[in-house]
């Protein structure tokens, strides 16, 4: 079993980190839950019993550690100084806010429900399939692409009322 857990742990531990860090949005947080996450898998590694793929069961685990995490100190923040956020804002700059003030992508994200910032963050930051996505959350395919649309309407919606309160175009 020690052998197993050294291969989930080269296998896994960044790609854990970076859901706990896109979930939790604090670099400290993200470690402390990703040291977490392992010890659980280490704990639980003798009654998986594969019903489901072992990603999948280890993606479970950290979102749960984290939703438990997010319980205790509310909704997450968002810091534009990491990868992920920054190449987000940036996006956003090049789809044409050369001309105007740059949303605040934090402030956006936090507004979102949390089922919908788990979905947004697993779909356009860590760059998950639909599939994968739906197999991570336990949810349907279909409310996946609902819960994205619902996100990404939410969000266009909000960037059109700050437009108009900024009197933007």
């Given at each position: 079993?020690?052998?197993?857990?050294?291969?989930?742990?080269?296998?896994?531990?960044?790609?854990?980190?970076?859901?706990?860090?896109?979930?939790?949005?604090?670099?400290?947080?993200?470690?402390?839950?990703?040291?977490?996450?392992?010890?659980?898998?280490w704990k639980g590694l003798g009654a998986f019993?594969?019903?489901?793929?072992?990603?999948?069961?280890?993606?479970?685990?950290?979102?749960?550690?984290?939703?438990?995490?997010?319980?205790?100190?509310?909704?997450?923040?968002?810091?534009?100084?990491?990868?992920?956020?920054?190449?987000?804002a940036e996006r956003h700059a090049a789809a044409?806010?050369?001309?105007?003030?740059?949303?605040?992508?934090?402030?956006?994200?936090?507004?979102?429900?949390?089922?919908?910032?788990?979905?947004?963050?697993?779909?356009?930051?860590?760059?998950?399939?639909?599939?994968?996505?739906?197999?991570?959350?336990?949810?349907?395919?279909?409310?996946?692409?609902?819960?994205?649309?619902?996100?990404?309407?939410?969000?266009?919606?909000?960037?059109?009322?700050?437009?108009?309160?900024?009197?933007?175009?």
């Amino acid at each position: 079993m020690a052998e197993e857990f050294e291969h989930i742990v080269r296998d896994y531990q960044d790609k854990i980190f970076r859901l706990a860090f896109s979930m939790l949005g604090d670099r400290a947080a993200a470690e402390e839950t990703a040291q977490d996450v392992l010890v659980r898998v280490w704990k639980g590694l003798g009654a998986f019993r594969g019903e489901a793929s072992l990603s999948t069961w280890i993606y479970t685990i950290t979102r749960n550690t984290c939703l438990t995490a997010l319980s205790r100190v509310g909704p997450r923040q968002v810091s534009l100084d990491e990868p992920a956020p920054r190449r987000e804002a940036e996006r956003h700059a090049a789809a044409g806010w050369q001309t105007a003030a740059p949303p605040d992508a934090a402030a956006l994200l936090n507004r979102l429900p949390a089922k919908y910032r788990q979905v947004v963050a697993l779909f356009h930051m860590q760059e998950k399939s639909y599939d994968e996505v739906a197999r991570m959350l336990d949810l349907p395919v279909g409310t996946v692409k609902t819960y994205l649309f619902r996100a990404r309407k939410s969000l266009a919606e909000e960037l059109a009322r700050q437009r108009i309160r900024k009197g933007g175009s």
